[in-house]
Nanobody, 127 residues
Framework: QVQLLEAGPGLVKPSQTLSLSCAVSGGSITANNYYWSWFRQPPGKGLEWMATIQYRGGVTFYSPPLKSRTAISADTSRNRFTLRLNSVTPEDTAVYYC??????????????????WGPGTQVTVSS
C-alpha cells in the first residue's frame, strides 16, 4: 500500500524559497502508471492544484498562476518528489499536500481524481 508523507520547514520568511518534499513508501515514483502532484489549501479556502510530475515521461505540469515561481522534481535516490516555491508571501500560507493520480486521468488538477494523499504539512509565511 502506497503512503505519502510531506516534509517542510513550517515557517518561511517573505521573499524566501519554500522547499517541500514528499516521501513515497510502498511503491516507486518511477512507476509508469502514476503521476505525482502538489496541492495546497490556504486558511478558509479550497484545495488548489499546484504542479504534477511523471518521472518516466519527464512530464511536468504547472498551475498557470504559479508557474513562474514553482518547480517540481523527482528524487529517485530517495524515492520522493519535491516542490520549490520562490519569492513566497503571506498569501502562500497554507497546508501543503502531495498526492498520487493514475496516468490515464486527464484531470490532474481535480482533487477528486487522486487515490492517495499525504496528511499535509502546515507552512506559514511570516516575518
Amino acid at each position: 500500500q502506497v503512503q505519502l508523507l510531506e516534509a517542510g520547514p513550517g515557517l518561511v520568511k517573505p521573499s524566501q524559497t519554500l522547499s517541500l518534499s514528499c516521501a513515497v513508501s510502498g511503491g516507486s515514483i518511477t512507476a509508469n502508471n502514476y503521476y505525482w502532484s502538489w496541492f495546497r489549501q490556504p486558511p478558509g479556502k479550497g484545495l488548489e492544484w499546484m504542479a504534477t510530475i511523471q518521472y518516466r515521461g519527464g512530464v511536468t505540469f504547472y498551475s498557470p498562476p504559479l508557474k513562474s515561481r514553482t518547480a517540481i522534481s523527482a528524487d529517485t535516490s530517495r524515492n520522493r518528489f519535491t516542490l520549490r516555491l520562490n519569492s513566497v508571501t503571506p498569501e502562500d500560507t497554507a497546508v501543503y499536500y502531495c498526492a498520487r493520480i493514475r496516468y490515464d486521468s486527464n484531470s490532474y488538477n481535480n482533487p477528486s481524481q487522486y487515490d492517495v494523499w499525504g496528511p499535509g504539512t502546515q507552512v506559514t509565511v511570516s516575518s
